[in-house]
T-cell receptor, first 112, second 116 residues
Framework: GEDVEQSLFLSVREGDSSVINCTYTDSSSTYLYWYKQEPGAGLQLLTYIFSNMDMKQDQRLTVLLNKKDKHLSLRIADTQTGDSAIYFC????????????FGQGTELSVKP | KAGVTQTPRYLIKTRGQQVTLSCSPISGHRSVSWYQQTPGQGLQFLFE???????NKGNFPGRFSGRQFSNSRSEMNVSTLELGDSALYLC???????????????FGAGSRLTVL
């Protein structure tokens, strides 16, 4: 079945690294995504990774994918107060068009 | 380049009424998807339209419907509103025509519906 799970809260100090974790169940996932949602706003795509890749780096963001364990993580280096938001992981299944399955979201709080 | 525009941003309805929400995708995007976001259920897929055809549908009752026009603008309608329909309704557009490849969605700011 299709299910994506995340821990609900994460609190870090400014300048530290943040690691947000996600697990998924569907082995036919093709792409996995990370979105960010700030208060009162829609979702903003941060990055995505193809399911056959292990890692993807984009500036301060590093995505790690362990396909065997169906585990995805997002590392934010040098976390800033502006990174405080809710982070969603999501998966897409091949041949299901625009349908993404989202996790519940992880609320990241960055303390100065 | 204009983003995804959703109207209205906020609305209040009473039980039993119906509501229509509108979404204008990014110019050139032919796919429009709709999601419902609530504190309890999170983000749930409603449906996706591509070239005026519904391509995929989530697990929502028939009271939820949508359509897409020839200019790719989309509307969703909820009839016989219930208290549980109170939510943020998000629209997203993408270029994605083929069924494979990364599905890069650009989201609008949402329409916040309150049902009293």
């Amino acid at each position: 079945g299709e299910d994506v799970e995340q821990s609900l809260f994460l609190s870090v100090r400014e300048g530290d690294s943040s690691v947000i974790n996600c697990t998924y169940t569907d082995s036919s996932s093709t792409y996995l995504y990370w979105y960010k949602q700030e208060p009162g706003a829609g979702l903003q795509l941060l990055t995505y990774i193809f399911s056959n890749m292990d890692m993807k780096q984009d500036q301060r963001l590093t995505v790690l994918l362990n396909k065997k364990d169906k585990h995805l993580s997002l590392r934010i280096a040098d976390t800033q107060t502006g990174d405080s938001a809710i982070y969603f992981c999501a998966e897409s299944i091949d041949n299901q068009g625009g349908k993404l399955i989202f996790g519940q979201g992880t609320e990241l709080s960055v303390k100065p | 380049k204009a983003g995804v525009t959703q109207t209205p941003r906020y609305l209040i309805k009473t039980r039993g009424q119906q509501v229509t929400l509108s979404c204008s995708p990014i110019s050139g995007h032919r796919s429009v998807s709709w999601y419902q976001q609530t504190p309890g259920q999170g983000l749930q897929f409603l449906f996706e339209y591509f070239s005026e055809t519904q391509r995929n549908k989530g697990n929502f009752p028939g009271r939820f419907s949508g359509r897409q026009f020839s200019n790719s603008r989309s509307e969703m309608n909820v009839s016989t509103l219930e208290l549980g329909d109170s939510a943020l309704y998000l629209c997203a557009s993408s270029l994605k025509g083929a069924s494979s490849g990364a599905n890069v969605l650009t989201f609008g700011a949402g329409s916040r519906l309150t049902v009293l």
